[in-house]
């Protein structure tokens, strides 16, 4: 195996990429700029949503369901309305005539089943912790008290938790049309032919587990009115988008509605939704005429927010010989839990042009059953969709590789796109428009020292070492920059995927900058700016960013799917070239030249030739004083864009995972980790580092740590931090992460997105690493989260003592 | 009700509370104290630590009637005369936040970290933040803002306030 780098390569992309300006040259694009957002996060001057006080304001809580699905006979909240402190206390059924039904804005398929979905069950619940009534009090501990005088009386109906049980005839419903939610079909090529003669086929299933999203800051929501005009601050990612749908779902006019999501404390998908408690707060600030605000528990939270995973999936791959791919074919179960929410049956469908990864195949073919079951539903979290897909794909390469007795990057070679071969049209139909796998692997290789591990490896094995020693690969690409309003369209996807943005030059040369993302640790107020000081020319620390409240920012789409930058920060680029083109305008004319002959540098306009010229700041003072300007010329300097990318981004990398695997104990640990990852060009790499890291952890936390356990009663077993396991400091290893330079071709700052990346990668290579480990003992799979005790037991229970198979004895599957 | 008497960054409050009142409560709901946020029910999270009597602590684990007489400091009284502590300008420099929700009990728990153990291991600092979890930033950064913050804080008596 080659650990030579390709030193020349990497630095010819890095050299392609100085269209965007380099660190050294006075650019800001490229730098790696302290956050201009951190100033106020780390001194405690924060606006989370639970810090707002508003006069008079009320505390609610929700009383939440604690059967899996029961017919609810009878609520009664009079004895909670006589507590002290209570001022309201309704059920589900007092607000029936106007709460609505919370929406679904993806319905992927004409056979789609959308059930209603209200905010506060009326006559059935579905899932644990289902609200089913609520108290308004003078403060929240005596709200959460009178809870406990509501009696509800439930008629308990069989939970529906096993999708493949959930799917057979005559098993309980969770909905009365069925517990199918949808079925989606996709195919490219003769998939029949690839399989037919195929000298190898892998076939695997794979479980995606179930996993809890969990922002550190629980969800919160705050809701007034002045009897005309609503306001509702909520802990959301998705503002302008929060803002359209509970207009639709509760009456209240659009232009009567505005929407803040002040700090945001971490979303990752979970707060891209709209959620029961949101139409709530707002339906109980209308009833109530005072301000009311509800912030959630963790516990609560574990249980009633989205969870994201949950998919059955079953994929085989069929190949020559020689190791080349003929075609991949994908069955998925994907469970929705109870309810389709905003877009929960698209997150799939997500996954579904991905299964091909970075390959060149013949043929492919996809299928996917969405299954209502009797537990939360499931939505975006991290990658969405993505994650699964190159999942089940870089898990079933590793056993192709293994099958055929080569090394799994040797695999990976002979069937990658080679970084001649872009743009690439794949199986999947997508068009990769850029990329290099050989650059960046080559020098993920050299970083990780593969060969030296290797030899490791085998030394471990020769010795029947207790402690073996696993490599794990994965080469990912993924789609993001979400999305081309068309391609959205021809998904059934009820929006676009453009952004907006606006740029304004204040009179004394300052900037302010409205964008329709909606940062929540992303740091957009700091590249936004780096983006802005280069096109116009002005100082980093003269510009402002103002986002996420949508009487400031009235048109957006938010932040997620890696779509901020991608999308949002073209977006802002074009107005500001937008307002180049108008300041140049009124240079030429201030200095009596012709448009053409004026030049724009360092946020000077010149005469070609000559030393006269305008500052960007001059030009902004005069055309406020409007005393001078040409025949129709506003008197601003302005500008606004709406940006919608032709294509996705597909940002790609190499992840090398080494991991020890005590054989006697089942105990991991993760010996290094090496992610090379190209994102295309680079705004603020400080940034880019901090989303790669936070990304793999949350990967290796689905592949070692985290899961949603619900008992044979429907029952969530995971309610607290103290169940649910994220990773802590000590958990995880340093990550050694470095970069090649791709630019994307797709759009003018050359950017693809990083928000998942990390997600993506992480999960197949840490798993690949610890059935590498664990060859020897005839183990092909450990499922998710890949605990001592299920890895012990992989290995028959008797840990070491197991029956020691041999280094490379395939496990059958060839024909 | 139970009349307490705590100091909060420097001022003397004197205030009335339920017996059951969390620390964290009074400090949010009662003194605007907001800078200290709460991530968990279960004293798991860490992202309500601040230092009580010079220790670091979990204000959801403290009844607001267990700092009578104590002297808290939070977040917001941690930086001097508009000067930031050098832990919090060590996670700026280092990129050790992103949306900044575990960062005033990192910060926290990473000055009284060095307390006991003034020029950590990376190991060491991994171990000692065990308590207060991160969603964001896979801890990396943390962990080299602790190093950073040691390495300007050597030789100064550990400030808590
Ligand atoms: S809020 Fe989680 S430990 Fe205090
Ligand atoms: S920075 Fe978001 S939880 Fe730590």
Redesign the interface.
């Known amino acids: 195996m080659t650990e030579q780098l390709d030193a020349g390569l990497v630095a010819r992309q890095i050299a392609e990429s100085g269209r965007l300006g380099a660190p050294d040259g006075g650019h800001e694009v490229g730098r790696a700029r302290r956050r201009k957002e951190d100033a106020r996060l780390i001194t405690g001057r924060t606006t989370w949503t639970d810090n707002i006080q508003l006069p008079g304001m009320l505390y609610v809580a929700f009383l939440r369901s604690p059967m899996a699905h029961a017919r609810i006979t009878r609520v009664d909240v009079s004895a909670a309305r006589a507590q002290p402190g209570v001022v309201a206390a309704y059920s589900g059924r007092d607000v029936a005539g106007e709460q609505g039904s919370l929406p679904c804005a993806w319905p992927v398929s004409e056979d789609v089943v959308i059930p209603d979905h209200p905010p506060m069950a009326v006559d059935e619940v579905r899932y644990v912790g289902e609200a089913v009534a609520c108290v308004v009090a003078t403060d929240r501990y005596r709200a959460a008290d009178a809870l406990e005088s509501i009696e509800v009386d439930y008629e308990p109906l069989e939970a529906v938790l096993d999708m493949t049980e959930a799917l057979a005839e005559g098993g309980p419903k969770v909905h009365e049309t069925g517990n199918q939610a949808f079925t989606w079909k996709f195919s490219g090529g003769d998939i029949e032919a690839a399989f037919r003669d195929a000298p190898v086929v892998i076939d695997r299933t794979y479980v995606q587990q179930r996993l809890i999203p969990t922002a550190m800051e629980p969800r919160a929501v705050v809701a007034t009115t002045d009897g005309g005009a609503f306001t509702l601050y909520s802990a959301t990612q998705i503002p302008h988008v929060l803002r359209v749908m509970l207009a639709l779902t509760t009456g209240i006019p659009e232009h009567r509605l505005r929407v803040i999501a002040p700090d945001v404390g971490g979303g990752f998908g979970s707060k891209l939704q709209v959620t029961a408690e949101e139409v709530l707060c707002l339906l109980l600030t209308r009833r109530l005429g005072k301000p009311v605000k509800w912030t959630e528990s963790r516990s609560e939270g574990n249980m009633t927010v989205h969870h994201g995973r949950d998919q059955i999936q079953r994929i085989s791959v069929a190949a020559d010989r020689d190791g080349r791919i003929r075609g991949v074919r994908v069955d998925l179960l994907a469970d929705m839990g109870a309810y389709l929410m905003l877009v929960t049956p698209g997150i799939p469908i997500l996954g579904a042009f991905m299964y091909n990864g970075i390959y060149k195949m013949d043929a492919y073919d996809f299928t996917c059953t969405g299954v209502f079951t009797t537990k939360m539903p499931t939505d975006a979290y991290r990658g969405a969709g993505r994650p699964e897909a190159t999942f089940a794909i870089e898990r079933a390469v590793d056993e192709l590789a293994h099958e055929l007795n080569l090394d799994p990057i040797e695999v990976r070679r002979r069937n990658w796109i080679t970084h001649q071969e872009f743009p690439y049209t794949t199986i999947a139909g997508l068009t990769y428009d850029s990329g290099n796998y050989e650059a960046a692997t080559d020098r993920a290789l050299a970083l990780f020292g593969y060969d030296k591990l290797r030899a490791e490896q085998a030394d471990r094995r020769d010795r029947r070492d207790p402690v073996q020693l696993g490599i794990g690969v994965s080469t990912y690409t993924e789609m993001c920059g979400l999305a081309p309003s068309r391609v959205l369209g021809s998904l059934s996807y009820g929006a676009g995927g453009w952004e907006h943005a606006t740029v304004r030059m204040l009179p004394t040369g300052k900037v302010e900058v409205v964008t329709g993302t909606s940062p929540h640790g992303q740091g957009h107020e700091t590249a936004w700016s780096q983006i802005v000081a280069d096109a116009l020319g002005v100082p980093f620390d003269d510009v402002s960013v103002l986002h996420g409240d949508t009487a400031i920012a009235p048109r957006g789409m938010d932040t997620y799917g890696s779509r901020s930058l991608v999308v949002g920060g073209v977006a802002v680029l074009r107005a500001c070239e937008k307002v180049r083109d108008k300041a140049r305008n009124l240079a030429a004319h201030l200095l009596e030249a012709a448009p053409g002959d004026i030049e724009f540098a360092a946020g000077e306009f010149r005469v070609r030739g000559t030393s006269e010229g305008r500052t960007i700041q001059e030009l902004a003072l005069a055309a406020f004083a409007a005393h001078d300007l040409p025949e129709g010329f506003e008197p601003r300097l302005d500008a606004d864009a709406t940006f919608d990318p032709e294509n996705f981004s597909f940002p790609h990398g190499t992840h090398l995972c080494a991991v020890e695997v005590d054989t006697e104990t089942g105990a991991v640990r993760i010996r290094s980790y090496v992610a090379v990852d190209d994102v295309g060009s680079v705004v603020n790499p400080l940034i880019v580092e901090g989303q790669v890291h936070g990304g793999i952890a949350q990967g290796i936390a689905q592949a070692l740590f985290e899961e949603a356990v619900y008992d044979t009663e429907g029952n969530l077993l995971t309610t607290t931090m103290a169940d649910y396991l994220i990773p802590s400091a000590a958990d995880l290893p340093e990550f050694v992460t470095d970069r090649t330079e791709t630019p994307a071709t797709s759009n003018p700052l050359g950017v693809k997105g990083v928000g998942e990346a990390g997600t993506i990668a992480s999960t197949p290579a840490v798993v690949n690493a610890i059935v590498d480990a664990l060859r020897p003992y005839g183990v092909r799979d450990v499922a998710m989260p890949c605990t001592p005790e299920r890895i012990w037991r992989a290995l028959g229970g008797d840990g070491a003592a197991a029956g020691w198979a041999g280094p490379t004895e395939p496990e059958g599957g060839a024909r | 009700m139970p009349r307490i008497t705590v100091t909060v960054d420097g001022i003397r409050y004197e205030e009335e509370v339920?017996p059951?009142?969390l620390l964290v409560?009074l400090l949010?709901?009662r003194l605007?104290?907001?800078?200290?946020?709460?991530?968990?029910?279960?004293g798991?999270?860490g992202?309500c630590t601040v230092m009580l009597d010079g220790r670091s602590a979990k204000s959801c684990s403290v009844l607001a009637v267990q700092a009578d007489e104590c002297d808290v400091v939070?977040?917001?009284g941690?930086?001097r005369d508009g000067e930031?502590h050098p832990m919090?300008e060590a996670?700026?420099?280092e990129?050790a936040?992103?949306?900044?929700?575990?960062?005033?009990g990192m910060?926290m728990a990473a000055i009284d970290l060095l307390r006991d153990d003034p020029d950590p291991s990376?190991e060491a600092?991994?171990?000692g933040?065990?308590?207060?979890?991160?969603?964001?930033?896979?801890?990396?950064?943390?962990?080299r803002a602790v190093r950073r913050g040691a390495q300007e804080m050597s030789g100064e008596e550990v400030r808590t306030s």
């Open positions: 339920e059951r009142l409560h949010r709901d605007g104290k907001t800078g200290t946020p709460v991530g968990c029910d279960t798991n999270c992202a939070t977040i917001e941690l930086g930031l919090q996670f700026r420099t990129h936040l992103q949306c900044g929700y575990c960062t005033p910060v990376e600092i991994r171990q933040l065990e308590g207060n979890l991160c969603r964001c930033t896979g801890y990396c950064n943390i962990v």
